[in-house]
């Protein structure tokens, strides 16, 4: 069973940054952040694979960047250029060497003057 533990949401100014954390336990292949905005589903953001591999979605293309710390088992999601189009729910999710997948609880992260 994977846990993981999102931190560092909140309200930031439209060109603003902000990171996200999420703490994962166990064995994981590939760690990514997902985002969901209100009335919209849920969309990929970035993921990388457990040899830094990584994909991101068109629309933060330059502007966020995912790193991971195998060692911590850690996953990070910097976000610059910050747009009120970027306000979400936003979750982490890990996928296992076998195929499971896992979804962290959600942090609020709100783009706003």
């Known amino acids: 069973q994977v846990q993981l533990v999102e931190s560092g949401g909140g309200l930031v100014q439209p060109g603003g940054s902000l990171r996200l954390s999420c703490a994962a336990s166990g064995s994981i292949f590939i760690l990514a952040w997902y985002r969901q905005a209100p009335g919209k589903q849920r969309e990929l953001v970035a993921r990388i694979t457990s040899g830094s591999s990584t994909r991101y979605a068109d629309f933060v293309k330059g502007r966020f960047t995912i790193s991971r710390d195998n060692a911590k088992n850690t996953v990070s999601l910097q976000m610059m250029s910050l747009k009120p189009e970027d306000t979400a729910v936003y979750y982490c999710?890990?996928?296992?060497?076998?195929?499971?997948?896992?979804w962290g609880q959600g942090t609020q992260v709100t783009v706003s003057s």
């Open positions: 999710n890990a996928a296992t060497w076998n195929g499971d997948t896992y």
